[in-house]
């Protein structure tokens, strides 16, 4: 194997019987900042140039009738797969140089995409979907990226 990097794989058992534990207390989710990212993938921190749908969208009684073909000609794909940069780079923004970064993310333990978390939590009622995913601990903080797999480059 080519890799610079040491890595270890771990396997768990997602079958309810296999983890006779308690089950975790979470606490609920919380927003430690907001961006956005424009087209050429550049962070603006805030919400200034967010979209947003507004009502008016759904005046037909709330029924959403969008052409998903409009505009599918200019569709502009992002290049490359950007991971958590984008997240990274706003962490990076809001930390002081050489600050603590569990101080910046609000003492949180795990820093990932929504996604990843969804995918992780749908596994015990959806066996058969694969994933993969990458960790790595930077000041106490565990940041979790999402690999890509043969099943999910299709």
């Known amino acids: 194997m080519s890799s610079d990097m040491d890595q270890s794989v771990l396997t768990i058992s997602v079958e309810a019987r296999a983890n006779d534990l308690p089950f975790p207390r ?4 919380q927003r430690l900042g907001e961006y956005t990212v424009t087209r050429d993938r550049q962070l603006v921190p805030g919400r200034e140039d ?7 969208a759904l005046a037909d009684g709330g029924r959403v009738r969008f052409d998903l073909n409009q505009g599918f000609d200019t569709f502009e794909e992002k290049e ?13 923004s809001q930390a002081p ?9 609000h003492e949180a333990d795990f820093v990932c995409w929504r996604g990843l978390l969804t995918r992780i939590a749908a596994t ?6 694969s994933w993969e995913f990458a960790a790595a601990r930077i000041g106490g903080v565990i940041f979790l990226c999402e690999r890509e797999t043969e099943e999910t480059r299709i």
């Open 97 to 105: 140089r050489g600050g603590p970064l569990k101080k910046v993310l």
């Open 50 to 56: 967010a979209k947003y749908l507004y009502e008016l």
């Open 124 to 129: 015990p009622f959806c066996p058969k979907d």
């Open 80 to 92: 490359g797969d950007e991971r958590l940069d984008v997240l990274l780079d706003w962490v990076v």
């Open 26 to 29: 979470f606490g609920q989710p």
